[in-house]
């Protein structure tokens, strides 16, 4: 039964409800505002990343690893702090934290499913992605038939393997043999202290496939399946290797670590980075490559070129600049075209 009469209850009473009422939902109303200004560090992290276009009859995915913040300040090299200053400030880029993408591509040929680098692994805390991205581009680990390495360097390969384990069952591992054989010796870890580190990580990454005879060492301009051949580029590691994908006239070139720092070394090819092992030849072969992208106008994919590392070379004088590849939502407009 209800007590309360409106007709019988006095003026001041009914006013006094009429307010509880309006301050309630003036109430309700700021805990709305609230919930919608929630911390804007609430969600810290992206999405699995994945990036798809056609490449004649092939389907490229880009696949992100996530990022490494590196102090390009401390680790560029053939520069100075003024043209960092200057190259990097007008870009944003902070040089003593900048955020370093991490990138892999995958090539669907029809026949074979190819997986060129790995990602890091466990190595770096916003870094090991390549599996969730993977899954969300529709593959899993078993799927790959093939694993191309650019290069034996824990940012690149130490996705091959966890706890001494093959993540990628069914997959031959490709690897120049000059890597291979330079950074599978542990002795040549003293001739390069610098390095030292490398050499236990490219075990780490290998000897599980290396146990069950899934690594194949190729040589020089080798076709490793058909319409992927690979491409000596060597400074940055004895065997660092391009990649030349080619379907129906057109074409893919994965750069590996061609490029760690779009911003300085497109406007200053010469600027190096300690991580090379051979700092000059890794410079000429730097140029080598621009001035061939920017000749020919192929689609180019570098794994630390922000993701997803997919886009084309302009020459502008004595430097370059990146034209990153258009947008698309279907992934199906024709990339490969030469401009
Ligand atoms: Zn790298």
């Not at 390069?192 to 490219?202: D, E, G």
């Not at 994908?245 to 600027?271: C, R, T, Y």
């Not at 990153?324 to 024709?334: C, H, I, Q, R």
């Amino acid at each position: 039964m209800c007590l309360f009469n409106p007709a019988k209850t006095p003026i001041s009473v009914l006013l006094a409800l009429l307010l509880g009422a309006v301050t309630a939902q003036a109430g309700a109303q700021v805990v709305r505002e609230g919930a919608r200004l929630s911390p804007v560090t609430n969600q810290q992290r992206t999405v699995p990343g994945f990036y798809r276009l056609m490449l004649g009859k092939f389907e490229i995915t880009a696949l992100s690893d996530g990022t490494v913040t590196l102090p390009l300040d401390k680790l560029l090299t053939n520069t100075t702090p003024a043209q960092l200053k200057k190259l990097l400030g007008r870009a944003g880029v902070d040089p003593q934290a900048a955020e370093i993408s991490i990138n892999a591509y995958l090539v669907h040929t029809g026949e074979r499913i190819v997986l060129i680098d790995t990602g890091a692994g466990s190595l770096f805390p916003n870094g090991g992605r390549i599996l969730q991205s993977l899954s969300a581009a529709g593959y899993s680990a078993e799927d790959i038939t093939d694993v191309m390495i650019t290069h034996i360097h824990g940012d690149h390969s130490a996705g091959l393997s966890r706890e001494g384990k093959r993540v990628f069952p069914n997959a031959t591992v490709h690897v120049d043999g000059r890597d291979a054989d330079f950074w599978l010796d542990s002795s040549n870890a003293a001739k390069h202290p610098n390095h030292a580190s490398f050499f236990a990580q490219a075990k780490l990454d290998l000897s599980p496939y290396l146990a069950s005879g899934k690594v194949r060492r190729f040589g020089a301009s080798d076709e490793l399946v058909a319409g992927i051949r690979a491409l000596p580029a060597p400074g940055h590691t004895p065997g660092h290797s391009l990649f030349a994908v080619e379907s129906e006239g057109k074409k893919l070139v994965l750069w590996g670590d061609l490029i760690h720092d779009m911003e300085s070394q497109f406007n200053a090819p010469g600027v190096a980075i300690s991580f090379d092992v051979n700092q000059s030849a890794a410079i000429a072969q730097r140029k080598i490559a621009l001035n061939d992208a920017a000749a020919k106008g192929y689609l180019v994919g570098a794994a630390h070129i922000s993701f997803p590392g997919i886009g084309r070379v302009l020459a502008d004088g004595s430097s370059y600049r990146w034209l990153p590849v258009t947008y698309s939502e279907t992934g199906l407009t024709s990339q490969g075209k030469r401009r």
